[in-house]
């Protein structure tokens, strides 16, 4: 397929990236942690450790998960727990130690936790104790042997971690009372490893580096069999992207979205490592009173979020006198990003708000827009380099430029499939190696990419298609409307009707009023028949408003 959009490539980006400089994930630490080794590279709860440190730790815990526990190359270990330094240090030792990383929801119900477990057949799992009572329940059902169990503040200078583990148990009663009487400490796990020698065992592109499981909030949770040529490529292609703006030694990036989401995983976790970056890593983005204290604190260069992160800092006090004099990166991804969200964070950061796409099928960058743009552009941008972009009917033919149909990747960053999944495999993947994403949009003739909505998410009215994302971005506009969700409910006349689910700051807003303001701005088949108003959006962990929950809740 010709490629129309390579005349708009940003300066400096090549049109193919190479993957053979790398033979896996690990070989990019190994490099990287020696050439960066007395640099900052995490930061959490006022403790930072060095790129030196991360190599020390991780020949500990790959130690005691290869000679210790006896795993063999290709073996999968789960982590589950939030941002902590504990996080990344459990990440590379598995992929130093030849392991497979199976990265784990810390807010998983025990249901989900055993449906995980036994999918992937993970041996070992490291786990924060706040959530062991999940486990307890399942772990006689999976095929876990081994657990490493840590505490918050377990990687903090004393005399920090005894007052933040303390406070954390028995202050604010977080970790529910468990009994898992194998259970290793991960700080004896450490300590037990540092006995023997390590050397990182050799993996290739054909090797999994990670068993990476899909939000499941469509259907039941997948695992995408991630190899490392595809997290490497990813790694090259992001890195290559933003480059032009990237100096080494010299970043910090604020590091919000949990790092078992493929989107910080990949964005912040490992590419910023290849510019031997400071990740800060934010433990509880959900409260931004002090997420906004945190920033305030740090000369940060870079953030990456979803939109209803950028949003909830913009609504908090205090986040418009943060010194923004050192950022020149904000990328946003993992949902659509609002035009309203984007001009309003411009506005007060002096920093576009570049929107990037991608899935956990895809590494998980597909599309990003060019850094030289000065304004948002409502679009996801262009295919990254080494990418094929399609968009696609039903019968999974090429459609023109301009004509609306579902978005088909093809690269190097695909997955190789589904976990033991070969129907699910077939139904997404075609013979040539396109990826049917399930998202619905078009190109243009300068070849950036524009997502209308999700497949699944739209609302036929009268046998008109209305996608929930542009009535959102209209309502989102309104200087009253905070948040809003929009579903489809069932409708005798039309088939389908538009509800749209507000979070207001003005409580004398009404239904009407919304109404009219929609009324000046869409036709009549996308307008909102009905608007309810709440105090909260259901959303993922990650900030993805839930609409199979609001169609739960207000379909009738």
């Known amino acids: 397929m010709s490629k129309p959009w390579l005349k708009s490539y940003p300066e400096g980006v090549p049109e193919e990236i190479s993957i053979d400089e790398y033979a896996s994930v690990a070989d990019i630490f190994d490099q990287s942690v020696y050439k960066f080794e007395n640099l900052p590279a995490y930061s959490n709860f006022g403790k930072t450790i060095s790129y ?79 959530f062991c009572h999940v486990l307890e329940e399942i772990i006689d059902e999976t095929s876990i042997k081994h657990v490493i169990v840590t505490r918050m503040g377990d990687m903090l200078s004393f005399p920090k971690s005894a007052i933040i583990n303390f406070v954390v148990k028995y202050v604010k009663k977080m970790v529910p009372a468990y009994r898992l009487p194998n259970a290793v400490p991960f700080k004896k796990a450490l300590k037990l490893g540092s006995q023997h020698r390590f050397e990182t065992v050799p993996t290739n592109h054909d090797d999994i580096a990670f068993l990476q499981y899909t939000g499941g909030t469509t259907g039941i949770s997948k695992g995408a069999i991630l190899t490392n040529r595809n997290m490497v490529a990813n790694m090259q292609q992001a890195s290559t992207w933003i480059s032009s703006i990237m100096v080494e030694g010299k970043e910090t990036i604020i590091t919000a979205l949990p790092l078992y989401h493929i989107f910080s995983l990949t964005a912040n976790c490992l590419t910023f490592m290849k510019y031997g970056a400071l990740v800060y890593l934010i433990t509880n983005p959900r409260d931004m009173k002090n997420f906004v204290k945190e920033l305030k604190a740090v000369k940060f260069t870079a953030i990456t979020g979803v939109n209803t992160l950028f949003n909830g800092l913009l609504n908090t006090p205090g ?35 570049f929107e990037a796409y ?15 743009l000065k304004d948002y552009n409502g679009k996801i941008g262009l295919p990254i380099s080494s990418t094929d972009c399609s968009i696609q009917d039903d019968d999974w033919n090429h459609l023109p430029i301009g004509e609306i149909g579902e978005l088909c990747i093809r690269g190097p960053q695909v997955m190789k499939g589904y976990w033991q999944r070969p129907k699910d495999t077939s139904d997404v993947l075609s013979n040539e190696g396109w990826l049917h994403t ?82 000046e701005n869409l036709t009549g088949y996308k307008r909102p028949r009905h608007v309810f108003f709440t105090d909260e959006l259901p959303k993922t962990n990650v900030g993805k408003i839930l609409r199979r929950e609001l169609r739960a809740k207000y379909v009738r």
């Open 52 to 130: 030196k440190e991360v190599k020390q730790f991780t020949s500990q815990l790959g130690a005691y998960l290869n000679n210790e526990l006896g795993l063999e190359k290709g073996a999968k270990v789960a982590v589950m727990m939030p941002n902590l330094l504990q996080n990344p240090i459990a990440i590379f030792s598995i992929l130093r130690a030849g392991l497979v990383v199976v990265n784990t929801n810390p807010l998983y119900t025990s249901r989900e936790l055993k449906h995980q477990m036994n999918d992937s057949g993970a041996e070992v799992i490291i786990i924060v104790e706040n």
């Open 358 to 372: 991608g899935l956990t099928e895809t590494s998980p960058a597909a599309c990003i827009n060019p850094l030289n």
């Open 438 to 519: 399930g998202d619905i949009g078009f190109m243009d003739k300068d070849g950036f990419v524009q997502i209308v909505d999700r497949k699944k998410d739209m609302i036929l009215v009268s046998g008109f298609n209305v996608y929930p994302n542009e009535v959102e971005e209209i309502i989102a506009h309104h200087p009253d409307v905070v948040e809003v969700g929009v579903i489809g409910v069932p409708d005798e006349k039309s088939g389908e009707a538009v509800v749209a689910v507000v979070v207001s700051s003005n409580p004398s807003l009404t239904e009407e009023a919304l109404i009219d303001y929609c009324r």
């Open 319 to 353: 986040f418009k006198d943060i010194n923004f004099s050192n950022l020149k990166l904000t990328l946003g991804g993992g949902m659509a990003v609002q035009r309203a969200v984007a001009e309003h964070w411009k506005n007060v950061t002096g920093v576009p708000l």
